[in-house]
């Protein structure tokens, strides 16, 4: 079993920043990937960014720029860095935790609100 706990959503006017965490923990065999992806009320969830093992990173056109994830292998945590917040932006984020053979990992979700 792998756990996945977001933190660091909440309220934040258009143009700030917000830094969101994701502690992964359990068993683990080897991480292929670590993103973070975003549901918006009434659509498809979609990818924001990711981060492979070896450092490499992907992010949506959306938030390049903007956003920026990074990992701490001794904490074992993935950070979204979210900065020029806009309230397209509002969304659910969630974590994700990717294996080679095996079932995705998902996190319960923070809630992101961008407004004024």
């Known amino acids: 079993q792998v756990q996945l706990v977001e933190s660091g959503g909440g309220l934040v006017q258009p143009g700030g920043s917000l830094r969101l965490s994701c502690a992964y923990s359990?068993?683990?065999?080897?991480?292929?990937?670590m993103g973070w992806y975003r549901q918006a009320p009434g659509k498809q969830r979609e990818m924001v960014a990711v981060?492979?093992?070896?450092?490499?990173?992907n992010y949506a056109d959306s938030v390049k720029g903007r956003f920026t994830i990074s990992r701490d292998h001794n904490k074992s945590t993935v950070y979204l860095q979210m900065n020029s917040l806009k309230p397209e932006d509002t969304a659910v984020y969630y974590c994700?935790?990717?294996?080679?053979?095996?079932?995705?990992?998902w996190g319960k979700g923070t809630l992101v609100t961008v407004s004024s």
């Open positions: 994700n935790l990717r294996q080679l053979g095996r079932e995705d990992s």
């Open positions: 359990g068993t683990i065999f080897s991480i292929y990937t």
């Open positions: 981060i492979t093992s070896s450092g490499m990173t």
